[in-house]
């Protein structure tokens, strides 16, 4: 529009999707950090984009957050014309219920009069534990939907701000602060060098499936995420569409 090419932010997202080396960047105006009606913005733009992704059916993993519980508020069922189905990302990463993956899940499914799919996995499971849940008849089958998933929307986070907001225990809090994490997403910890620190030890989509998936976009706005966005997209597939605003843009140019 004649807007955002009077406020330059056209050029900007194309700066940045070199600077990034990924596929696309979108902006929105603002800073979400600032002004609540950001996020708004973003999952309005996060809705457009993957309206021009979805033809036919789809699987659509997602991850949970208050950045994807606005991209749920803002889809509608215009947003595909064949069948959709929403499996939640990972299992349970201590998040509260309304910010996780399985609630906003069935709020996407909710607005786009589609279906979806819970993964009842406990927070955090042990070496043991893991196995004996992916074995899980009902579970291995949700596992297998996750991995077969052909667009994954997903929100990434500042990594002390999500360690404080999870369950997380004193010794791993004290792990990620010793390894001077600043990003997080989908349970990973990322250093600024976008090497993974910790993980949260849980079944679904892990860091190395994320290559066979064909369409990602990452939702983060806000100046304090530009850190954590510009270690995690070292790690993410270059194919990533990033959904942004110009408070983490103006950071990360
Ligand atoms: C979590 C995702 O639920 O939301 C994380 O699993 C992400 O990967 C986080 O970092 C972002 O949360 P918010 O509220 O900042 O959008």
């Known amino acids: 529009s004649v807007m955002r090419e009077v406020t330059g932010i056209n050029e900007m997202e194309q700066l940045l ?90 709020m996407m499914a909710d607005h786009t009069a589609s279906k979806h799919r819970v993964l009842y996995a406990p927070d955090e499971v042990s070496e043991e534990m893991y196995k004996s849940i992916s074995n899980d008849p009902r579970i291995s089958e949700v596992l297998k939907l996750i991995r077969s998933a052909n667009l994954l929307v997903h929100g990434i986070g500042e990594a002390l701000t999500m360690a404080n907001r999870r369950n997380t225990t004193k010794s791993d809090l004290e792990k990620i602060k010793n390894a001077e994490a600043v990003g997080e997403a989908f349970g990973y910890y990322f250093n600024e060098e976008g090497e993974v620190v910790h993980k949260v030890q849980t079944i679904g989509l892990r860091l190395e499936d994320l290559s066979s998936v064909p369409n990602i976009i990452a939702v983060a706005g806000g100046a304090s995420k530009s850190k954590a966005i510009r270690a995690y997209l070292k790690e993410a597939p270059t194919s990533t569409i990033l959904i942004t605003d110009e408070g983490a843009a103006k950071k990360l140019i």
Do not use: Y
């Open 17 to 106: 999707q070199r600077k990034l080396g990924i596929s696309k960047v979108i902006i929105v105006a603002g800073d979400s950090d600032h002004s609540p009606w950001v996020k708004k913005e973003l999952g309005l733009a996060t809705a457009n984009c993957m309206k021009s992704l979805l033809k036919g059916n789809n699987i659509i993993a997602v991850t949970g957050g208050t950045t994807m519980s606005s991209v749920a508020d803002a889809l509608t069922p215009s947003v595909a014309d064949g069948e959709l189905l929403f499996v939640p990302a990972r299992g349970g990463i201590g998040e509260d219920v309304k910010n996780q993956a399985n609630t906003i899940c069935s």
